[in-house]
T-cell receptor, first 113, second 117 residues
């Protein structure tokens, strides 16, 4: 089964508002990553947070990680229409030797201009 | 530095035909990963390869699917005798050799969208 489950499945907001997406996972991890996928396109790596980190920032992105709850959140501040995309979390399992990623089901974000 | 290249971008096959998907990793990357994305779903790991070696194929279907990453040339994902359920987007990712931290960011290609009629 999928390692990560995300909620909400879909989110619609107005430009300028903040968007928060959550991800839960099942096993111990080395790190958790967030990716963006525009419709019909490939994945773009957004940010990586390691298992010993609790919060990380990159521009308008803020990621938190709670390993005790096995959950992470992605906050996009001051959203823009161009942020409209699907967002996926992906985890690398602790002790895994192959660096394979386990993806969540994704959140579809629509930012209305 | 070109990104990960995949071709073709779109592929249409009839049931029973073979599909060959190609992936050229980023320059300097020796690790290749293949993922499959079914409609409205997240990506699912299929196989991890290094040059001339399959390291982890735990996500590959037992039959009809094979992958290779030869010493020269792109990585190939081959699907024999395709069925409608194989219709999906197939993404390739590459990374440099794993560092001392044990992980490296994977860079994804644009994907190949396979449609089986």
């Amino acid at each position: 089964s999928q390692q990560g489950e995300e909620d909400p499945q879909a989110l619609s907001i107005q430009e300028g508002e903040n968007a928060t997406m959550n991800c839960s996972y099942k096993t111990s991890i080395n790190n958790l990553q967030w990716y963006r996928q525009n419709s019909g396109r490939g994945l773009v790596h957004l940010i990586l947070i390691r298992s010993n980190e609790r919060e990380k920032h990159s521009g308008r992105l803020r990621v938190t990680l709670d390993t005790s709850k096995k959950s992470s959140s992605l906050l996009i501040t001051a959203s823009r229409a161009a942020d409209t995309a699907s967002y996926f979390c992906a985890t690398e399992e602790y002790g895994g030797a192959t660096n394979k990623l386990i993806f969540g089901t994704g959140t579809l974000l629509a930012v209305q201009p | 530095n070109a990104g990960v290249m995949q071709n073709p971008r779109h592929l249409v096959r009839r049931r029973g035909q073979e599909a060959r998907l190609r992936c050229s990793p980023m320059k300097g990357h020796s690790h290749v990963y293949w993922y499959r994305q079914l409609p409205e779903e997240g990506l699912k790991f299929m196989v991890y390869l290094q040059k001339e070696n399959i390291i982890d194929e735990s996500g590959m279907p037992k039959e009809r699917f094979s992958a290779e990453f030869p010493k020269e040339g792109p990585s190939i994902l081959r699907i024999q005798q395709v069925v409608r359920g194989d219709s999906a987007a197939y993404f390739c990712a590459s990374s440099p050799p794993l560092g001392t931290g044990g992980f490296e960011t994977q860079y994804f290609g644009p994907g190949t969208r396979l449609l089986v009629l």
